[in-house]
């Protein structure tokens, strides 16, 4: 049905390619480009392994337009799936532009020297896409991705609006390591070190970060500490569904890896400013991440299960209620089929996903969308049929927290 170029051969880009392979009708022809070639080859090889597709692979710096719009028309891909960090975002939407094809991501552009992300820079591309009669799908990965399409699915054939999101993210799992993040380090510590902010009553509260501690009985997974924190899909819920009165992100952390992140905070190794060490200029969280486990190396170690999903009150005709919808991952279970843990595959399982909705021609209408803005139904069918199952009950109110 389609050509698609894959930028980013992390671990996010390992699931995504492994499942397009797994649906040779939509996913015709896969070109993985990235950074490091042998990263590609070693994907293309584990592709090819278990399910028998040859992918090709090439070399790229995405941040370079000229040399990414030369390897766009020499795949002859019409679909872009950015997969590498959120610092490329904008030069391969620049790229796909320029080559005429459409794009897709799972996390909105950030400035490598600032730890401010938010969706400005990318909506400002809204008319260039329009008027180019392309698409760019943002930020389809579970959250944001999946967490925005449950609440556009609820709204759509359970409730009548939304009052109330809660977006509830929880990794049972143990690597067994003291310390490890389970996607990339940097663009993970940025995340949680930065300001809580939540949407309430048409304004934004801040809180410190990590400072809003509740605990939270996810169903398979048991009793785990989560922690209030910003997360991009707030910014585009509250912006596309207007009528939402409170807007909240929450992720589970354990004990060791709050002390941890703590601790580095305190001795500046968080920090993203260069700082001077023997004559050469070095970025401490940058350093840092090359001491850290790679993620991608963490799927064999980690067990346990994940437990992702939104707790949404709103009106109906019979009166206000309230659905909790979640898909549960099992780690083990992913590292059988695809050779990677939850994290990586429960966000390269939407990004497949939604360039399949693209492919298929049910995203289709030109211009920069979130994922809540689209239908949302036939992208929870593929869930359920391509490893991420989900379930909705409905709850006497919503949790008091
Ligand atoms: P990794 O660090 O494992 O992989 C990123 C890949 O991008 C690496 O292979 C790297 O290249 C490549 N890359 C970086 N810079 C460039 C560049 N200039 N040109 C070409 N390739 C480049 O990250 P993850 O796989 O963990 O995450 C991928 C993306 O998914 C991130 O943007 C992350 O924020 C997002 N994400 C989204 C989630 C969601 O639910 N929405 C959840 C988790 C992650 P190389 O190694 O070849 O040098």
Redesign the pocket.
């Given at each position: 049905m389609g050509r698609v170029l894959v930028?980013?051969?992390?671990?996010?880009?390992?699931v995504a390619v492994m499942k397009m392979a797994m649906n040779p009708e939509i996913f015709t022809d896969i070109t993985l480009?990235?950074?490091?070639?042998s990263?590609?080859e070693d994907i293309a090889a584990n592709v090819r392994k278990r399910t028998g597709v040859t992918i090709k692979t090439t070399q790229?710096?995405?941040?370079d337009v000229a040399a990414t719009v030369a390897l766009i028309r020499e795949s002859g891909a019409e679909l872009l799936v950015?997969?590498?960090?959120?610092?490329?975002d904008l030069a391969l939407m620049d790229a796909c532009l320029e080559a005429g094809i459409h794009y897709l991501?799972?996390?909105n552009y950030e400035p490598e020297d600032d730890a401010k992300f938010e969706y400005s820079w990318q909506w400002a591309y809204q008319d260039r896409f329009k008027e180019a009669g392309l698409s760019a799908v943002l930020?389809?990965?579970?959250?944001?991705?999946?967490t925005s399409i449950f609440a556009a699915w609820v709204r759509k054939h359970k409730l009548d609006g939304i009052r109330l999101i809660d977006i509830l993210d929880c990794n049972g799992g143990d690597n067994g390591k003291p310390f490890a993040t389970n996607?990339?380090p940097?663009?993970n510590i940025r995340e949680v070190t930065a300001i809580a902010r939540h949407w309430e009553n048409g304004d934004w509260v801040e809180t410190p970060a990590m400072t809003r501690k509740v605990a939270f009985d996810f169903p398979e997974v048991g009793e785990k500490n989560m922690y209030l924190m910003y997360h991009e899909e707030l910014e585009s819920l509250k912006t596309h569904f207007p009528e939402v009165e409170r807007a909240r992100f929450w992720m589970t952390f354990g004990d060791a890896y709050i002390n941890h992140v703590t601790v580095l905070q305190n001795v500046g190794m968080t920090r993203i400013d260069p700082v001077m060490h023997e004559g050469q200029e070095i970025i401490p969280l940058q350093f840092l991440k090359s001491v850290l486990p790679?993620?991608?190396d963490l799927g064999e170690l980690t067990k346990g299960k994940t437990c992702i999903g939104d707790i949404i009150t709103g009106p109906t005709a019979e009166g206000e209620k309230t659905c909790y919808i979640y898909n549960i991952c099992d780690h083990e279970e992913c590292f059988a089929e695809v050779g990677s843990q939850a994290?990586?595959y429960?966000?390269g399982v939407?990004?497949m996903i939604g360039a399949a909705m693209m492919l298929k021609g049910i995203w289709k209408a030109p211009g920069v969308w979130n994922t809540e803005q689209l239908d949302p139904d036939a992208f929870m069918d593929m869930l359920n049929t391509n490893g991420l199952p989900w379930q909705v009950v409905e709850l006497d109110a919503h949790p008091v927290f």
């Amino acid at each position: 049905m389609g050509r698609v170029l894959v930028i980013g051969a992390g671990g996010v880009g390992a699931v995504a390619v492994m499942k397009m392979a797994m649906n040779p009708e939509i996913f015709t022809d896969i070109t993985l480009a990235s950074r490091t070639l042998s990263k590609c080859e070693d994907i293309a090889a584990n592709v090819r392994k278990r399910t028998g597709v040859t992918i090709k692979t090439t070399q790229v710096d995405a941040m370079d337009v000229a040399a990414t719009v030369a390897l766009i028309r020499e795949s002859g891909a019409e679909l872009l799936v950015n997969l590498a960090l959120p610092y490329q975002d904008l030069a391969l939407m620049d790229a796909c532009l320029e080559a005429g094809i459409h794009y897709l991501d799972t996390a909105n552009y950030e400035p490598e020297d600032d730890a401010k992300f938010e969706y400005s820079w990318q909506w400002a591309y809204q008319d260039r896409f329009k008027e180019a009669g392309l698409s760019a799908v943002l930020g389809s990965g579970f959250d944001p991705g999946v967490t925005s399409i449950f609440a556009a699915w609820v709204r759509k054939h359970k409730l009548d609006g939304i009052r109330l999101i809660d977006i509830l993210d929880c990794n049972g799992g143990d690597n067994g390591k003291p310390f490890a993040t389970n996607f990339n380090p940097e663009i993970n510590i940025r995340e949680v070190t930065a300001i809580a902010r939540h949407w309430e009553n048409g304004d934004w509260v801040e809180t410190p970060a990590m400072t809003r501690k509740v605990a939270f009985d996810f169903p398979e997974v048991g009793e785990k500490n989560m922690y209030l924190m910003y997360h991009e899909e707030l910014e585009s819920l509250k912006t596309h569904f207007p009528e939402v009165e409170r807007a909240r992100f929450w992720m589970t952390f354990g004990d060791a890896y709050i002390n941890h992140v703590t601790v580095l905070q305190n001795v500046g190794m968080t920090r993203i400013d260069p700082v001077m060490h023997e004559g050469q200029e070095i970025i401490p969280l940058q350093f840092l991440k090359s001491v850290l486990p790679d993620p991608s190396d963490l799927g064999e170690l980690t067990k346990g299960k994940t437990c992702i999903g939104d707790i949404i009150t709103g009106p109906t005709a019979e009166g206000e209620k309230t659905c909790y919808i979640y898909n549960i991952c099992d780690h083990e279970e992913c590292f059988a089929e695809v050779g990677s843990q939850a994290v990586a595959y429960t966000t390269g399982v939407p990004a497949m996903i939604g360039a399949a909705m693209m492919l298929k021609g049910i995203w289709k209408a030109p211009g920069v969308w979130n994922t809540e803005q689209l239908d949302p139904d036939a992208f929870m069918d593929m869930l359920n049929t391509n490893g991420l199952p989900w379930q909705v009950v409905e709850l006497d109110a919503h949790p008091v927290f």
